[in-house]
């Protein structure tokens, strides 16, 4: 063909995402929204809008910018204006669904780690709070993007194609925007989860010893407690979620940081650093598809609502036959 193998795999890769990751997340979402899964009202709140959010990102990234940008290189999608609207939706979704992630983490460390704030932070007012606030500055912060895009030529005075303008490379200003934005995403999300993940793990492995010790002494070693049940449960999802964002954002957290070191902004389509960045990239937005298998393998009655509705069409039919 004539193309990169990086470029080949992404051809293929790109729609397959986009098949898999849209119906996943859809389902995700009326599951969650039904409130059957015995999650308190607050989780469920995040976990909805986490579950938007990547669906969001797989419409914005894989299939309005690079399938439109591979299959229909000749479309009104290419119209410069059109083409600047997707490179803004793409980073402004994304930051969209790297602080939601944050916000659940950071409510999960309150819930469990701090009694007397719990109350009043964990609830489904103060998550809609969060989400908003959190949705609203994402965006904000993302507007600038829709202006570093130019036109790659004009035909009879429309301008058509995008590119990065080349003031974006030498303007202080526009480097203080890119060093803030990859400050804001994906660096700083990235050491918050790790930080209050810690101090999370921190304070339960404090109190089960001190759990264990009160009980053993009480009722015997083998007795079960329902407390600590309950949270192993609630700390399973969290980990699940926040560990998948690390594992999937880390390669490009790393490239951002060598990059920004070297200075190396312009390379061949055959330079590791291409293909690195790529790679990277298709990691970054497989992290919006795997939410959903985290439900699945971490909490039965997520799994028993899917079980619902895969049978409910078949039963459907069956009882239509019937009649």
């Given at each position: 063909?004539g193309?990169?193998?990086?470029?080949?795999?992404?051809?293929?890769?790109?729609?397959?995402?986009?098949?898999?990751?849209?119906?996943?997340?859809?389902?995700?979402?009326?599951?969650?929204?039904?409130?059957?899964?015995?999650?308190?009202?607050?989780?469920?709140?995040?976990?909805?809008?986490?579950?938007?959010?990547?669906?969001?990102?797989?419409?914005?990234?894989?299939?309005?910018?690079?399938?439109?940008?591979?299959?229909?290189?000749?479309?009104?999608?290419?119209?410069?204006?059109?083409?600047?609207?997707?490179?803004f939706?793409?980073?402004?979704?994304?930051?969209?669904?790297?602080?939601?992630?944050?916000?659940?983490?950071?409510?999960?460390?309150?819930?469990?780690?701090?009694?007397?704030?719990?109350?009043?932070?964990?609830?489904?007012?103060?998550?809609?709070?969060?989400?908003?606030?959190?949705?609203?500055?994402?965006?904000?912060?993302?507007?600038?993007?829709?202006?570093?895009?130019?036109?790659?030529?004009i035909?009879?005075?429309?301008?058509?194609?995008?590119?990065?303008?080349?003031?974006?490379?030498?303007?202080?200003?526009?480097?203080?925007?890119?060093m803030?934005?990859?400050?804001?995403t994906?660096?700083?999300?990235?050491?918050?989860?790790?930080?209050?993940?810690?101090?999370?793990?921190?304070h339960?492995?404090?109190?089960?010893?001190?759990?264990?010790?009160?009980?053993?002494?009480?009722?015997?070693?083998?007795?079960?407690?329902?407390?600590?049940?309950?949270?192993?449960?609630?700390?399973?999802?969290?980990?699940?979620?926040?560990?998948?964002?690390?594992?999937?954002?880390?390669?490009?957290?790393?490239?951002?940081?060598?990059?920004?070191?070297?200075?190396?902004?312009?390379?061949?389509?055959?330079?590791?650093?291409?293909?690195?960045?790529?790679?990277?990239?298709?990691?970054?937005?497989?992290?919006?598809?795997?939410?959903?298998?985290?439900?699945?393998?971490?909490?039965?009655?997520?799994?028993?609502?899917?079980?619902n509705?895969?049978?409910?069409?078949?039963?459907?039919?069956?009882?239509?036959?019937?009649?």
């Amino acid at each position: 063909m004539g193309y990169p193998v990086i470029i080949q795999i992404q051809a293929i890769y790109y729609p397959v995402l986009a098949a898999i990751g849209v119906p996943v997340n859809l389902v995700a979402i009326v599951i969650l929204s039904r409130g059957k899964c015995g999650l308190s009202k607050c989780i469920s709140v995040y976990l909805v809008a986490m579950a938007v959010a990547d669906l969001l990102v797989v419409i914005a990234d894989p299939m309005l910018r690079w399938i439109g940008e591979m299959y229909f290189p000749i479309s009104f999608m290419r119209i410069t204006p059109v083409c600047s609207l997707v490179y803004f939706l793409v980073f402004a979704t994304t930051e969209v669904s790297v602080w939601l992630t944050v916000a659940f983490t950071f409510d999960r460390f309150v819930a469990i780690c701090c009694e007397k704030l719990k109350t009043k932070y964990c609830t489904e007012r103060t998550a809609a709070v969060v989400l908003g606030t959190v949705s609203v500055l994402a965006c904000l912060e993302s507007v600038p993007w829709y202006f570093a895009i130019e036109a790659v030529y004009i035909i009879d005075n429309f301008p058509w194609n995008c590119l990065v303008k080349p003031i974006f490379y030498t303007s202080p200003a526009w480097a203080a925007f890119d060093m803030l934005h990859r400050i804001l995403t994906p660096c700083l999300p990235f050491l918050l989860i790790l930080l209050f993940n810690s101090l999370t793990v921190r304070h339960i492995l404090a109190t089960s010893r001190v759990r264990r010790g009160l009980r053993g002494r009480s009722n015997g070693e083998n007795h079960k407690d329902p407390e600590m049940e309950n949270r192993k449960k609630s700390i399973i999802l969290l980990f699940s979620i926040s560990g998948s964002f690390i594992l999937f954002w880390l390669t490009l957290v790393v490239f951002y940081i060598y990059r920004r070191i070297t200075k190396v902004y312009h390379y061949s389509v055959n330079d590791p650093l291409f293909i690195t960045e790529y790679t990277a990239n298709m990691l970054q937005i497989l992290s919006s598809c795997t939410n959903t298998c985290i439900y699945v393998l971490t909490q039965t009655k997520f799994r028993e609502e899917l079980k619902n509705a895969v049978k409910y069409p078949f039963n459907l039919i069956v009882k239509l036959v019937k009649s």
